[in-house]
């Protein structure tokens, strides 16, 4: 059974840094593509970073490209979001995802505000 928990969301104030985590169980973690996605409050859901399970290469999305860093460890079954310089626009429910897999966990929800 594919189950995805993230957690280390927050409140956070403009500047701060937030480090998410996601474990992952059910499925081979090591051999998928992830991601991170977010929701903002009336927005849709959007792509932030994905990491490719071999290589490690990264992508990014523009709005979060030298801010955050995306990073997994296979022995652990976990994928990581370091985000630093947190923007008030940053606020959303992160969430992480195996690509070709139809599965959302509850997501973690970040508030920048001061």
């Known amino acids: 059974q594919v189950r995805l928990v993230e957690s280390g969301g927050g409140l956070v104030q403009p500047g701060g840094s937030l480090r998410l985590s996601c474990a992952a169980s059910g499925f081979a973690f090591s051999t998928y593509y992830m991601s991170w996605y977010r929701q903002a409050p009336g927005k849709e859901r959007e792509s932030v970073a994905g990491i490719n399970p071999s290589s490690g290469s990264t992508i990014y999305a523009n709005v979060v490209k030298g801010r955050f860093t995306i990073s997994r460890d296979n022995a652990k079954n976990t994928l990581y979001l370091q985000m630093n310089d947190l923007k008030p626009e940053d606020t959303a429910v992160y969430y992480c995802?195996?690509?070709?897999?139809?599965?959302w966990g509850q997501g973690t929800a970040v508030t920048v505000s001061s």
């Open positions: 995802k195996a690509h070709n897999l139809d599965y």
